[in-house]
């Protein structure tokens, strides 16, 4: 029986952070340096929180796929890092940041936490200009902001399209500060592979050497999973190739509880798919959206003479064009958030007004803007973007509109964290894209870098003190236990297997199997047949995988093969548990649309009434179903309202 | 497009490594150079040969995990961008392309085209 407790601190709403912090306990220095501290992950979240729990004087080991933490997917970040600075003067503030935040997530994340990541968000701004980080500037000097979408203040910080990799390489410098410093021990190209519980509580990880196969055993006082979002459960994602939901898995098969599993961001605006040859599909950035206005023709016969090439994008006058998100959404125009501008493609595309050969894309047009300011101003905004789409497309955006289409991009739902980022085992915490807890069932633009470096920066380090300040009797962890040994069995037992199948079919053909099974059913619309559906073809799927999967090579050699299985293996079983919670979740908010609720103009139709709450999953072992744990949302700062973009 | 690749095998950092050639069968000039050699390992595994090893992760041209020396020239015939930008419309019907890793010392191969890079977080 798991108890569910979000250690909310009493008070109001504004000085609960400030007020906890002054009662929660801290380590003197001198027991810091006896304590160690696992992170797995380098991201934003994770290299992050290293930097600074290794600043603190913590010992800390920090691991990543990659050969070098700064090449962590968070790197891919375009568009920008929200904070309530109101350097605009748009009547900007925390408050705002934290409405917008609660509302743009459809009233389904915990207020409490949401209000300190707009708090502290304004640190993080300081914080990592004094890095160095090259943040854009106005001409005398001041930072410049933009608008993302879900918000009518201008409050998105940016450095081009290119500011995830500028972040990242701010908290990499301080990261490796500290690894030159010795309290932080880096290993690159180094999986986890399982958790180790001692006594209910967290104390290591079990690893594989990359490049030797080798499997390590790693103790620690507490173990911090940053490792980033699942989206690539639909193979087809916006997401690093690496990116994988694995630790959490681990995690939730060792006792962690999983949260809202089902809720995906679906991000409007992504280049189209190509081919069934494609490996991944690229986001262009929301900031687009400033400046670029999405259409599709109003006539089918243009439709038609678009997908024939016997008419451009540019040959359409004016009056025949459906700008269908400033027509549907006059307030906010082409800055609704992500899930509604996502459905409203789908639905013209879904109605025959796609612009490519597929049917599946819709134009996102710079014509005004480059009429209205000038290509150089453009180019100085969007550069990198649009030479990224001209790579890949082949056609130039500033002669003729991008074609994009909503693709898989982030994901809401992870492992379920109280107030001091903890999961429900002790010792054990999630940060970054890996925990739930602050875009409840969508997450408005530019807030992940945001929420990431809020974790690790100012959040963590606070909180995982107060836990540590309980161990510090603890001793070093012995890893020669039999919580260790059984894991490293385990581990070793699952990667035999794998390579003892040799069956037909290479790991990515099941891969995209999977990820077929997951868009046309729990993708952007959702119905009960098709969930139930789903649910049947992941079981019958994962089956055909450990009967059939072709694992070539060896354990004890760099094998790309065996890393893709490992992580496809926990994907067929997290897929489901997608499937279930959105079967569940007879409603629909944010990104998770199930067709039988929507408002008669097609909107999402919540139930406050009876899905008020955070869906809580507790592991019952292999094939069993999870048991359904609620954590109610009580709103007392805000007033819980159908979110409405039109006026 | 049809094209036949000189490919570097290595099977590791010790064992000494050799040219295979393989030959890949209709193309489409919109993949991406990368996306080609997974559908080389996905035919190399299918005859139950070993997949070409190389390292990626983003795919958007921002990681700097993706490496190859193809041609001759690191990242390929394109300008301003890294292999995993790198389009098969570069490249023509019936071309035999040459796909090296990092030819450098402070690199040494780790397996087929992955190299071990870590000098650079040394000096970093
Ligand atoms: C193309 C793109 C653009 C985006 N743009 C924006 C934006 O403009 N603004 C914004 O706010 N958000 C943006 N996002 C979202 C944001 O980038 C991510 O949500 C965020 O960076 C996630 O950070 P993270 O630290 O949680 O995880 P990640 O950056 O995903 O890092 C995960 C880390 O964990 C490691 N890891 C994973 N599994 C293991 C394992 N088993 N063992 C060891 N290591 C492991 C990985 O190697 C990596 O180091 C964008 C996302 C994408 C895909
Ligand atoms: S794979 Fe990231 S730059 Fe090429």
């Known amino acids: ?647 | 497009m049809n094209l036949k690749l000189k490919i570097w095998r290595q099977p590791n950092a010790k064992a000494k490594g050799k040219f295979e050639v393989y030959h890949v069968e209709n193309i489409s000039p919109d993949t991406s150079f990368l996306e080609m050699l997974d559908i080389l390992n996905i035919n190399l595994i299918n005859e139950g040969k070993e997949p070409v090893a190389f390292d990626h992760d983003c795919r958007e041209g921002i990681c700097g995990m993706c490496s190859l020396h193809i041609n001759g020239h690191a990242h390929g015939p394109d300008t301003e961008i890294t292999t995993c930008q790198l389009h098969m419309r570069k490249f023509k019907d019936g071309d035999t392309i040459v796909i090296e890793p990092w030819r450098s010392a402070a690199f040494p191969v780790i397996k087929d085209l992955v190299v071990d890079r870590t000098a650079f977080d040394k000096i970093l």
């Not at chain 1, 690894?179 to 399982?194: C, F, M, Q, T, W």
């Not at chain 1, 961001?265 to 929301?286: A, D, F, N, W």
């Not at chain 1, 259409?295 to 451009?312: G, I, N, Q, Y």
């Not at chain 1, 209205?372 to 030479?387: C, H, P, S, T, W």
């Open chain 1, 1 to 647: 029986m798991l108890k569910i407790e979000s250690k909310v601190p009493q008070g109001p709403i504004a000085d609960k952070w400030t007020k906890y912090k002054g009662d929660i306990k801290i380590v003197s220095p001198a027991n810091k340096r006896k304590l160690d501290i696992i992170i797995i992950g380098t991201g934003l979240g994770g290299a992050s929180a290293a930097s600074t729990l290794g600043e603190l004087g913590y010992n800390v080991k920090v691991f990543c796929i990659s050969d070098s933490p700064r090449r962590a997917h968070s790197i891919a970040a375009q568009g920008g890092i929200n904070a309530a600075k109101n350097y605009q003067n748009d009547n900007d503030s925390v408050f705002r940041l934290f409405y917008d935040t609660i509302k743009g997530g459809d009233y389904r994340a915990r207020e409490a936490n949401v209000y300190r990541l707009a708090e502290v968000s304004n640190l993080i701004i300081d914080h990592c200009v004094a890095q160095g980080v090259p943040f854009a500037r106005e001409y005398g000097g001041t930072l410049d902001n933009r608008s993302f979408g879900g918000a009518q203040v201008s409050r998105t910080f940016y450095a081009r399209g290119q500011t995830g990799q500028q972040l990242l390489l701010g908290a990499y410098a301080s990261l490796n500060r500290q690894i030159a410093k010795g309290s932080v021990k880096s290993y690159p190209r180094h999986e986890v592979l399982d958790v180790v519980i001692v006594d209910g509580k967290a104390r290591g990880v079990i690893t594989r050497n990359l490049v030797t196969g080798e499997i390590e055993r790693h103790g620690a006082h507490a173990v911090v999973i940053a490792s980033g979002g699942y989206g690539n459960v639909f193979f087809l994602s916006t997401n690093a190739m690496n990116s994988n939901g694995s630790s959490a898995w681990q995690a939730y098969k060792r006792g962690a509880a999983f949260a809202n599993p089902c809720f995906t961001q679906i991000h409007p605006t992504c280049i189209p798919v190509h081919g069934t040859q494609q490996s991944k599909l690229t986001l262009m950035s929301e900031s687009l959206r400033n400046d670029g206005r999405i259409w599709v023709p109003k006539k089918l016969e243009d439709v038609e003479a678009l997908r024939t090439k016997k008419k451009k994008a540019s040959d359409i006058p004016e009056e025949d064009r459906d700008y269908y998100l400033e027509r549907r959404y006059p307030a906010f125009g082409n800055l609704v958030p992500r899930d509604v501008a996502s459905r409203a493609a789908k639905e013209r595309c879904d109605a025959g007004y796609g612009v490519n050969e597929t049917g599946l894309a819709v134009f996102l047009d710079f014509k005004t803007a480059i009429d209205r300011l000038g290509e150089d101003v453009i180019k100085a905004r969007y550069g990198n973007l649009f030479q990224m789409y001209e790579k890949i497309t082949d056609t130039n955006p500033y002669k003729e509109p991008m074609m994009i289409y909503p693709a898989v991009h982030y994901t809401m739902g992870g492992l379920w964290v109280d107030y001091n980022l903890m999961t429900t085992v002790p010792g054990l915490y999630a940060i970054g894209e890996a925990n739930f807890s602050d875009h409840g069932a969508n997450r408005l633009g530019a807030s992940a870098l945001m929420q990431g470096l809020a974790d690790g920066y100012f959040v963590l380090p606070y909180t995982i003190g107060d836990y540590l300040s309980h161990d510090i009797q603890t001793p070093k962890i012995d890893t020669t236990s039999k919580e260790f040994e059984e894991a490293e069995k385990a581990v070793k037992d699952k990667i035999a297997k794998l390579l003892s199948i040799k069956g037909s079919q290479p790991v990515d053909v099941i891969h995209k199997k999977l990820g077929n099974i997951m868009w046309d059913n729990v993708g952007m619309a959702r119905t009960k047949e098709s969930l139930t559906k789903a649910i049947e073809e992941i079981k019958a799927l994962r089956e055909e995988f450990w009967k059939d999967v072709k694992v070539t090579g060896a354990n004890d050699e760099f094998n790309q093969e065996l890393e893709k299985a490992i992580r496809l293996a926990d994907f067929l079983e997290l897929g489901e548990l997608m499937a279930i919670d959105a079967l569940n979740r007879n409603e629909s908010c944010g990104g998770h649309f199930r067709e039988e609720y929507q408002t008669p103009e097609g909107e999402a139709l919540r139930d406050d009434e009876n899905y008020a709450y955070v869906a809580i999953w507790e592991y019952k072992g292999e094939n069993q179903q999870p048991e359904l744990y609620k954590e109610d949302l009580k709103f007392e700062a805000i007033k819980v309202a159908q979110r409405n973009y039109k006026d």
